[in-house]
């Protein structure tokens, strides 16, 4: 039998509670930590369960990352609260020696979602790397009877509110893409939220949904066997490995912006000394330059950065700016 559905307030409360408990008065980095760092083990947290696509992209980076540094980095998974958990970690982290991976959600929309999330990014924690990008892909049903881009997005606004979309739940990025889209398109569709991409890919080939932004590793293999049909990335430029798939942005004319894409990246607690950031973002960027580990990532659907702190700090800034806005015109709120 499912389980009973706990009351939101009564969810609210619980992860209210829990972010709590993971997040205590940060001690800071000793002032000798830049010098001979590391000098144990680096833990490497990651707020997503093993087999997750930011858990993937950890472990691609940590056994080059433990052999540039002479130390090992430890995969360790803290799950919940959509990522926060971890990244919650990470900013109470005092022992010189944890950093974490996470995707975008944590670091841009998880306050704005949630105003009890008990860790502020600007003050909290230390920027080091952007990691991977990916767009989302808008994907729909076989049912559909619009075959390109620019013929769903006319049929969508013509159908008003009677059809419905799929996300990986209320506030996520598959959520808040489309949300974007209709408005700066007009359509209405419904959202019908679901525990992961797989149960969305399934529910899209069943015909009980008719739309969502879906991550390519899902999307990809689904529409190579003829069940499901890509209509367009979500970022501005097209995306090699779907070379065929326009971006949305074409569709939309020079007056509509529309440059989403989901990405993970590589962070510290805010007591971290810049040396060390540095240094971590610079064996970062050699690690995913190799062409080996480009492939890998490639072939995932990703495409591989490696970036300096200050870029990763201004995609913080872009991205908070533009989904704080799409949340307070939307009034979407999160689990």
Not at 27 to 46: D, E, H, N, Y
Not at 135 to 162: C, E, H, N
Not at 234 to 241: D, H, K
């Amino acid at each position: 039998m499912p389980s009973p559905m706990i009351p939101f307030p009564r969810r609210r409360r619980l992860l209210q509670g829990a972010l709590a408990a993971a997040v205590a008065p940060a001690l800071m980095f000793p002032a000798s930590a830049a010098t001979g760092w590391p000098q144990k083990a680096v833990r490497l947290i990651v707020g997503f369960p093993p087999g997750s696509s930011p858990d993937a992209l950890a472990r691609t980076v940590a056994d080059p990352l433990s052999q540039a540094l002479g130390q090992p980095v430890i995969v360790e998974n803290k799950v919940g609260a959509a990522g926060a958990i971890g990244v919650s970690v990470v900013a109470k982290a005092g022992d010189g020696h944890t950093i974490g991976l996470t995707g975008n959600g944590p670091l841009t929309t998880a306050r704005l979602l949630n105003p009890a999330t008990p860790y502020d990014v600007a003050r909290d924690l230390r920027p080091i790397s952007l990691v991977a990008s990916s767009p989302f892909v808008l994907t729909g049903s076989m049912d559909m009877p619009a075959t390109d881009l620019r013929g769903l997005l006319a049929f969508a606004k013509a159908q008003g509110d009677r059809l419905s979309y799929g996300s990986v739940g209320p506030g996520a990025g598959s959520h808040l893409a489309m949300e974007l889209l209709k408005t700066l398109t007009g359509i209405q569709a419904v959202h019908v939220p679901f525990p992961g991409f797989p149960q969305v890919a399934t529910a899209l080939m069943g015909k009980q949904i008719d739309l969502s932004f879906m991550i390519p590793s899902v999307a990809a293999p689904q529409a190579k066997s003829g069940r499901l049909r890509l209509y367009g990335v979500s970022t501005a430029a097209p995306f090699a490995a779907f070379a065929e798939v326009p971006p949305i942005q074409s569709a939309l004319g020079s007056k509509q912006a529309f440059d989403v894409a989901s990405w993970n990246a590589i962070v510290g607690p805010a007591g971290m000394p810049a040396p060390v950031a540095e240094r971590l973002s610079e064996e970062i960027a050699r690690i995913l330059k190799a062409p080996d580990v480009r492939q890998r990532l490639f072939d995932q659907g990703w495409q591989a950065l490696g970036t300096a702190p200050e870029a990763l700090s201004r995609q913080i800034a872009q991205d908070t700016a533009m989904w704080g806005d799409v949340i307070k015109r939307t009034g979407v709120r999160g689990e």
